[in-house]
């Protein structure tokens, strides 16, 4: 099977700032990483076609590396070619409407969600990103790349002084666009010139007051002044401001450490709000360094830095340190939510499910402002046969949170009449949600509709290449198609040795 999707490799892999291991020289508003594209990336001439799989990933490279290096009409050119000719696929262009918007190309955004072919899974993405980026006012072609240029010269030239005195001359374009404030404002934080940073993000707010990126400077630019603290009141209105898609929801939790770390005296307080942050970016072995340094002799304080290292080290798989760390906290406060839910995990994970329900039931008593403890019982019930008890649950849940993905993705497993809806509905909330990717792959073999099984079933293996049900159900796809299935069937049980389907199919 062709993989289109290397070139979302790159996005992602792109999408979170990369950070200096010395705290002070995070940068905040960057929305992608300035990490410098492979030595051994080949420059290609760019073709207009349908792109296999090694030039979708090079082109993509290539017109983020232009970018890089300001050749930013040429980048723009780049990237409009490869959402015209790159294979379809609405999660690609879900993918790359995100990334256009966080550079600034607003009406290459607008052109990949076009694109898009199944509005049910991009609503809430699109109207998330709307909201968090785009300005006020349609920008022409010319200045869009105008202003990319300016980014591109603040973000990774190292130019942010000459890119933001020249931009600041162009005062037609300042007095109609919010965006272009904005770049201006983040060129002055960049140079450390906090009064007119200050002064171009308001200007930015004034002509839009529903874009959340400029808040999110705003914030950021209150954070590094002498009154931090007034940065949380902004981070208080975007959190106000319900976003529903994950991505977003993250975006908007990072920010908030952030400001944490910079508005704090303390320096353990300090460090345990920037592992938070970079938990949050994914920066998990960054993460646990942070943390480490954020002890200090107060009891009371440790239990909140335990119980995080717990959880980092749990999602980096180091399970030892996660269970020692869990419990170091749970002996200085055993109602903490954090510490209870990772002792709850290593439970589930060694099949101890009555004991996982216990420190999942501690956990939701002593935090009712999230489903997260919620759906780990609803699980844990499933796991123990009480499948009545588990739905629910999840169906209660969806009385009081309309983004808890999982519970519209475990009723869709129950209900035949909402299976298809809630399973979009569930990617809608988290595009990467693999489950319901894998079981839309599913329902579209069932109802003979070959086409769209094949493409669920691809996103479903590039976020996870190693699922045993994608190798399972790919199986079932080339059988009905009158195919050999044995290869992937075998797959399957290499990576399952007791998939009970997998095995009837193979006659074992």
Not at 345 to 353: C, E, P, T
Not at 380 to 401: F, N, S
Not at 405 to 418: C, G, P, T, V
Not at 429 to 434: A, D, E, L, R, Y
Request: with cysteine.
């Amino acid at each position: 099977m062709r993989k289109l999707f290397s070139l979302l490799s790159i996005i992602t892999f792109m999408s979170s700032p990369v950070l200096a291991e010395g705290f002070d020289t995070i940068a905040p508003a960057n929305p992608l990483s300035p990490m410098p594209i492979p030595a051994n990336t080949i420059a290609l001439p760019v073709k207009k076609a349908v792109l296999t799989h090694n030039s979708v990933h090079n082109q993509y490279a290539i017109a983020f590396d232009r970018f890089v290096q300001s050749n930013v009409k040429s980048a723009y050119n780049d990237f409009k070619v490869l959402i015209e000719t790159m294979d379809e696929n609405d999660y690609g262009y879900m993918q790359l409407a995100q990334r256009m918007a966080d550079i600034g190309f607003f009406n290459l955004s607008d052109m990949a969600v076009s694109k898009i072919d199944d509005k049910s899974f991009s609503d809430l993405l699109v109207e998330d990103m709307k909201l968090y980026y785009f300005p006020s006012k349609k920008l022409k072609r010319d200045d869009e790349i105008y202003l990319g240029e300016v980014f591109s010269n603040i973000m990774y030239n190292d130019q942010s002084k000459e890119a933001t005195s020249e931009l600041i001359k162009n005062t037609s374009l300042l007095e109609i666009s919010d965006y272009a404030n904005y770049v201006a404002s983040l060129g002055y934080l960049k140079s450390n010139d906090l009064i007119n940073a200050g002064t171009y993000i308001d200007n930015a707010i004034r002509l839009n007051s529903q874009n959340l990126n400029y808040k999110k400077l705003k914030a950021e630019i209150l954070s590094q002044g002498k009154k931090p603290q007034n940065a949380l009141k902004m981070v208080d209105y975007i959190k106000s401001q319900r976003l529903y898609s994950a991505d977003f929801t993250r975006k908007v939790n990072s920010l908030e450490q952030y400001v944490l770390y910079k508005s704090k005296k303390n320096y353990s307080e300090k460090m345990y709000h920037l592992g938070y942050y970079y938990y949050y970016e994914n920066e998990l072995s960054k993460a646990a360094r942070t943390l480490q340094s954020a002890f200090t002799q107060k009891k009371k304080f440790n239990k909140d830095v335990y119980a995080l290292i717990s959880r980092v080290y749990f999602d980096m798989n180091d399970f030892e340190k996660a269970q020692d760390n869990a419990q170091k906290a749970n002996k200085i406060d055993g109602n903490n939510p954090q510490s209870l839910l990772v002792l709850g995990d290593l439970s589930f994970r060694n099949a101890d499910y009555k004991t996982a329900l216990k420190y999942y039931k501690n956990a939701e008593n002593n935090d009712k402002n999230s489903f997260v403890s919620s759906v780990k019982i609803a699980r844990t019930y499933e796991q123990i046969g009480k499948d009545k008890k588990a739905l629910e649950i999840y169906e209660r849940l969806l009385k009081t949170y309309n983004d808890c993905y999982e519970a519209y993705y475990k009723i869709a497993l129950n209900d035949k009449s909402k299976e298809v809806a809630y399973l979009k509905k569930a990617i809608a909330i988290n595009v990467n949600f693999k489950d319901a990717w894998i079981d839309l792959g599913r329902c579209a073999i069932e109802h003979q509709n070959f086409k769209d099984a094949k493409k669920y079933l691809t996103i479903a293996n590039y976020i996870d290449e190693n699922d045993f049900r994608y190798y399972y159900y790919q199986g079932l796809l080339a059988k009905q198609q009158g195919q050999d299935g044995v290869y992937y069937f075998k797959k399957s049980l290499i990576l399952n040795p007791d998939y009970q389907p997998a095995k009837e199919e193979l006659k074992i």
